[in-house]
């Protein structure tokens, strides 16, 4: 291998180094866990010194942050090119409200992917419609299309790729390009493919928000949400978010970078295992259908080639037959996968979904019910064993 350094660096380097600063490690590898409410100042002119509205990087009042949440903050921006800086929140649906209230003002319009996760529409569907901003939910297909519904009242946008519980993969630049056409503003819950396998702002997106729940924490004991603004969109963000009283706690925020330090080893192994399984399941009798965005039966596969760096751990399949009951069988029938919600962890989950009842724009027919898994760092060996076992429940609930 060459010896040139400032080639650009790689994933699993950039994920070890991001946002460590000598004056927050003092030396120690991961900065510590900063706990704070009040802070004390030397005296009255270096109190009045320290206020404002920008208090990143500098200690104010423990809601403003310590150097533990500025860590990871300033981790994730480094990892989108094109960003201004992060807010983090204590939730992944904090994230998402938040990003929307920092744009969206009475009388605005939303447009709203139609595979939106489910309680971002009811935040639309809840206190956006309260606030007095209305919602239309767009198909997830669209692309440049999105031009022809982009009206007077339209302030924003809100893309999810791949989306919840349906995975199509939406042509984000082509939307970006319409949407700044327009002075619109677009937000893109990025949570699936993370920075590391979709970067965001260089494809044109305004504020990228992610589940940390998922795989920046990577271990199913912590709830964190991110929202990262390009270039001249963090203000509004960041004294939204300060109104609302958003902080994430510095424990969190500790294991949220934690977590980072193995982001991209994990993924990688996630991808590779879920691979493996989306092309087994494939050549199953019983499935109809799989939802991985890697694989040509997913709905805007090519998008997916052409724009990810890789993929993720999180996929649905379709059972080519049957119903609640039978897809019940083969679900219970799992000893490695879980059955819960929320993923992004070590371990395997699956979980029944019914898309079609949150849909609104569009109403994608399937063959039969649908099963999503969360592959986890399990051998996948061992996971087609458990799923071999699974299917061979889910025929004989068939036959009963
Ligand atoms: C889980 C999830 C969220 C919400 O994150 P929480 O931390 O659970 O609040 C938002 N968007 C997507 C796509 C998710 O999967």
Request: net charge negative.
């Amino acid at each position: 291998m060459s010896g040139d350094r400032n080639r650009p660096m790689g994933d699993s380097t950039r994920v070890v180094g991001a946002g460590r600063r000598p004056e927050w490690t003092q030396g120690i590898v991961n900065t510590p866990v900063w706990r704070a409410s009040t802070i004390l100042y030397d005296n009255v002119a270096d109190l009045r010194a320290r206020g404002g509205p920008d208090t990143h990087h500098r200690l104010f009042y423990g809601r403003r942050g310590t150097p533990t949440q500025w860590t990871l903050a300033d981790a994730l921006t480094e990892l989108e090119p094109g960003a201004e800086a992060t807010f983090l929140y204590p939730s992944g649906v904090a994230a998402v409200s938040a990003a929307l209230l920092s744009v969206l003002s009475p009388g605005d319009e939303l447009l709203c992917t139609d595979s939106a996760y489910d309680p971002t529409r009811s935040f639309a569907s809840g206190f956006l419609k309260r606030f007095g901003v209305t919602t239309r939910y767009y198909d997830p297909l669209i692309g440049a299309g999105i031009a022809d519904l982009i009206g007077d009242k339209t302030r924003a946008i809100l893309m999810e790729s791949p989306g919840s519980l349906t995975f199509e993969v939406q042509d984000v630049p082509a939307i970006c390009t319409a949407a700044k056409a327009r002075g619109v503003t677009t937000l893109l819950d990025n949570t699936w493919a993370t920075p590391l396998r979709f970067r965001a702002i260089e494809h044109g997106v305004d504020l990228t928000i992610l589940a940390c729940t998922k795989y920046v924490v990577g271990h199913s004991d912590v709830m964190l949400g991110s929202v990262t603004a390009a270039e001249g969109h963090y203000a509004s963000l960041r004294d939204t978010s300060f109104q609302l009283g958003q902080v994430a706690s510095p424990d969190d925020s500790w294991l949220g970078s934690r977590g980072l330090r193995t982001m991209a080893v994990r993924l990688d192994r996630h991808e590779a295992s879920a691979l493996q399984i989306a092309r087994w399941l494939a050549e199953r009798p019983e499935v109809a259908q799989v939802l991985h965005p890697a694989l040509p039966s997913c709905p805007g596969h090519d998008i997916f080639m052409r724009d990810f760096a890789g993929g993720a751990g999180l996929f649905g399949f379709v059972l080519a037959d049957g119903g609640e009951r039978e897809r019940a069988a083969l679900i219970d029938t799992l000893r490695l996968f879980g059955i819960g919600y929320s993923w992004g962890g070590y371990e395997s989950l699956a979980i029944p979904v019914d898309p079609a009842r949150y849909r609104t724009a569009t109403k994608p027919v399937f063959a039969g019910p649908l099963v999503r898994l969360q592959i986890g760092l399990e051998d996948p060996a061992d996971l087609i064993a458990d799923l071999d076992a699974g299917l061979a429940a889910y025929r004989a609930a068939l036959g009963a």
